[in-house]
Structures are given as structure tokens and as C-alpha cells.
């Protein structure tokens, strides 16, 4: 897939520090989160079997930090109202399935789980997932994350975000967010060039548009408010979700 000019402009860093361990059990990947939680911020994801520990680079923290702002500029822009996991432990047993994601989030399904910790064997899964993968991981995360329902998951590389929705049990790669389908890909992209120079950059944005104490359906305003913070314009997408018109 190609990457557009914005993307091209993103630097090349090293990525995370990954070691994977095979035949590991429920009960020894447990014992192993806890021991590791305790004392270091490195990050387990367990797949039936194979437990990989990661430990997240700067640029790795940089790129998940910035996402999240991103998607909480659109959150607001949009009027919709949102409950931040981060790293939360996504924890499946009957799966056999575990993973601490850069970010997840409830979007949709935030009135059902507001004001209270998530039960994932009474609640529905996060509405996104996202996770920066900038090296190789052993752990097929779109096979875990779709067998843990998710609907939609973001993966971006440090130079391609993709977007995938799940139907029929599988993800599909789309060219839009179902969640937030008025954005097109280039967005994030220049935003995360922006931030490498001016992260502050950011703030103003949100700032301008809660002053206005207005919603809107479409982006019109949040491109007044990149002009007006000095960061690059955005452009409402012409192209369709997931291929659907």
C-alpha cells in the first residue's frame, strides 16, 4: 500500500524491544504479568500458548500519545463521548487470549460501561483498539483482536495506519474509520509530522473549538481551527467506507 507525502515525512527511529516465549500456560502468563507490571513498563500479549513481551521505544510512546490526542480531537469535534483504557489488560481466558494495547477505547458503547471498571465477561469489547507496531511481532494481533470482538482496529507502523473493521468473525482493511468516517487518512499523518516539530501544537486546536461551544457534523470548523493554530489543513475525504458507498 502506498504512503502519502505526509507519511514519507515521518522520521525513521528504532521501534520496540520484542522477546516472545512459546508453550507458556494461562496460569504462567498471569504470574508473569504480574511479576513484570510491578516493575518495569513493558507490555505482554498473550496468544493460546505464545506470551510476547514488548517494551515500547520513545518514538513507539511518541506515536501512541499523539494517536490518542487525535482520536479525543475527533471525539469532541464530533460530540460523541468517550472511555480511555490505554494499556488496560484485555484479558480472555476462555480464549486463551491476553493483550495490553497502546490504546483502546469505548466510543459507541460508552453509556453501557461509564463510571465503572469493565468486566470483558459481562461487557462488550472496546469499540477500537489501536496498537503501534513499529518492528515485527510474533503475535498475529488482527487474528486476537477479532476473536476478542473488537469492531475496529487501528495498527500503524510509523509510516502506514491501517484501519481494519470486523465482519464475519475477520477483519477487513477500510479506507475510512466506521467511528469516525469524516477523516481521511492523510490527517493523522499530518498531524503526527505537525507534532514532531510543535506536540503544543495540538492544545490550541482542542481549545478553539470547546470555545465555540458549538458541534458539527462535518469538519468545516475543525479546518478553520488547524489554519488558525498554524498547523496543516485538513480536506474532507472523498472516498468511501470500506469500499461501501
Known sequence: ??????????????????????GMDWVAYQQMKALLNERTRARLT?????????????????YARLIERFIVIL????????????????????????????????IQNQPRVAGRPIDLETDPPPDLVVEVDIK???????????????????????KVWRIYQLRDGEYIECDLSPIFPSIAK????????TCQQDEVGSIPL???????????????????????SGMLPMR???SSI????
Not at 498473550?46 to 520513545?58: A, C, V
Not at 492523510?186 to 509530522?193: G, H, I, K, S
Not at 470500506?242 to 458507498?245: D, E, I, P, T, V
Open 186 to 193: 492523510d490527517e493523522l499523518y499530518q498531524f503526527l509530522v
Open 206 to 228: 482542542l481549545q478553539i473549538y470547546q470555545n465555540t461551544g458549538r458541534r458539527h457534523k462535518d469538519f468545516g470548523l475543525l479546518s478553520s481551527c488547524f489554519h488558525e
Open 136 to 158: 515485527h511481532t510474533d503475535i498475529d494481533e488482527n487474528a486476537l483482536y477479532a476473536a476478542m470482538d473488537v469492531p475496529e482496529f487501528w495498527r500503524f507502523n510509523g
Open 236 to 238: 474532507l475525504p472523498q
Open 75 to 106: 471525539v469532541v469535534e464530533l460530540g460523541l463521548k468517550i472511555k480511555t483504557l490505554g494499556p488496560t489488560t484485555l484479558d480472555r481466558e476462555d480464549l486463551e487470549r491476553g493483550a495490553e494495547p497502546d490504546n483502546s477505547y469505548y
Open 1 to 22: 500500500m502506498a504512503t502519502s507525502p505526509a507519511a514519507e515525512a515521518l522520521p525513521i527511529a528504532p521501534g520496540e524491544n520484542r522477546v516472545a516465549f512459546q
Open 46 to 62: 498473550y496468544d493460546r500458548g505464545t506470551l510476547e513481551i514488548t517494551t515500547p521505544s520513545e518514538l513507539h510512546e511518541f
Open 242 to 245: 470500506c469500499g461501501l458507498g
